[in-house]
């Protein structure tokens, strides 16, 4: 499964959100440490909402706060609430959704009075199935605009400071300072990038929400063209449907003294980004794949991004080589055998006595995985494979046994491994086998 990437831009009343406070510190305190789930190159956070416990998306992409997937959290209370209309990545018709305010989210030692919410209420639109646990939101610009923000993507931890002057000090003792700018609620950084042999200045957006490593937009700059060596690829949904585009590899990426060479992009079609309303000059993004290989601060209040180089610094760059994407389709009941060791008591009278097992059975509830799209001319595709399948096993392996992680890591391998998918389709067991294919 290829790192899903989940990006968010909504319409809506810049006003309404400069009037919410932001997270403060609850006590007196300097900073405060909430540790996340890294899954797919995306940041998983708790907050309470209302007074009970939610997982985020944290995404310096979005400026507003999103929730979705709340079948199973009928207990949370919302005030002042009106329908709106939601739009953004993707080339289907908007949606329908919520709008509420003065909520209240906490998160570690932080709190944010009168937050406003937005709420998806299509269950279609479910990111948990794309990355195996829950997710309920995702929040931005109110979770970083008030303090210093630290990703350690290392330790899997994100560090909350509050913005004085002993804190900033600290940071910059540790960190390479660069500058950004902070435009309509969003963070954006100027970076070199080379594309066959012409290196050229790029604004991009720093979206931690947005698993790729870079992506640039063709219709933006007349130096951004799109390498001879390439794929068409599915890059992930968007609020307006599926994002399509292609990926291939650009010569260099400079952040700021940091450089890449050879990494993957991926370059939308006009029609996934048509309802996105750019700032000026803006040419992409710079995401997760990228940031992960750093400690990162964000400093919103002061318009500068720190970084220090993590033991991921000079990782490859790796793509999805067999062409499936899979994701969670539900749970299902699976029976195991557990082994039970009784020791029986010793007597004087019968001092030998060996050890027995018993066999016992339980059944626990285990992830079902299914087919959610397959590249064309794929390894995958030739294959036979289609959309919709569910898979029983991967390389002889139940597939329940693996994580959605795992099976991402899999696809990755930079060997070209061989895999063998067992399926069930229309309720028959099918046996595939493709190579992984580097074509970059």
């Known amino acids: ?96 959704g919520l709008k509420s305010t003065n909520n209240i989210l906490e998160a570690g030692g932080v709190k944010s009075n009168n937050h406003l919410l937005y709420i998806v209420l299509d269950q279609e639109f479910n990111l948990s199935s794309h990355v195996g646990i829950p997710v309920n939101g995702i929040i931005g610009y109110q979770f970083f605009r008030n303090n210093l923000v630290e990703i350690d993507y290392e330790r899997r931890r994100v560090i909350v400071y509050r913005d004085i002057e002993k804190n900033r000090k600290k940071i910059e003792r540790r960190f390479e300072k660069v500058a950004i700018s902070i435009e309509k609620l969003k963070p ?44 068409d690829d599915y890059l992930g949904k968007g609020f307006s449907g599926d994002v399509e585009g292609k990926r291939a590899r650009i010569s260099k990426f400079a952040l700021s003294k940091f450089e890449f060479h050879n990494p993957i992009v991926a370059f939308p079609d006009s029609s996934s980004i048509r309802n996105v309303k750019m700032v000026s000059g803006r040419v992409g993004s710079v995401g997760g794949e990228i940031l992960r290989r750093f400690s990162v601060v964000l400093d919103y209040a002061n318009g500068f991004l720190y970084l220090k180089k993590n033991k991921e610094y000079f990782s490859v760059f790796n793509y999805n080589k067999s062409g499936v994407e899979i994701q969670h389709h539900g749970l299902q009941w699976v029976q195991e055998t557990v082994i039970l060791h009784t020791v029986p008591s010793v007597t004087v009278d019968d001092p030998i006595k060996s050890d027995k097992s018993d066999f016992k059975y339980k059944f ?42 795992e099976i991402n890591s899999l696809f990755k391998s930079e060997d070209e491994k061989w895999i063998v998918l067992e399926i069930e389709r229309h309720g028959e067991i099918l046996k595939f086998r493709f190579q992984l294919q580097n074509i970059l």
């Open 364 to 405: 626990n509830l285990k992830p079902v995985y299914e087919i959610a799209n397959v590249r064309k001319n794929s390894p995958a595709a030739n294959s036979g494979l289609q959309k919709g399948d569910i898979i029983v096993s991967i390389n002889k392996n139940l597939g329940y046994k693996y994580s959605l992680q």
């Open 188 to 231: 954006y950084i100027i970076n070199t990038i080379s594309i066959d042999s012409v290196e050229f200045p790029a604004k991009l957006l720093i979206d931690i929400g947005n698993s790729d490593a870079l992506w640039l937009f063709e219709s933006r700059s007349k130096l951004i063209r799109v390498p001879v060596k390439n794929f």
């Open 1 to 96: 499964m290829k790192k899903v990437i989940i990006l968010f831009f909504l319409l809506f009343n810049t006003l309404t959100i400069l009037a919410q406070d932001g997270f403060q510190f609850s006590k007196k305190v300097d900073k405060t440490t909430i540790p996340f789930k890294f899954i797919n190159n995306l940041i998983f956070i708790p907050i309470k909402v209302n007074g009970v416990e939610l997982n985020f998306l944290l995404d310096s992409g979005v400026e507003e706060t999103i929730l979705f997937s709340l079948e199973d959290k009928k207990e949370i209370e919302f005030s002042n609430v009106e329908k709106i209309t939601l739009r953004g990545l993707g080339s289907e018709d908007a949606i329908e």
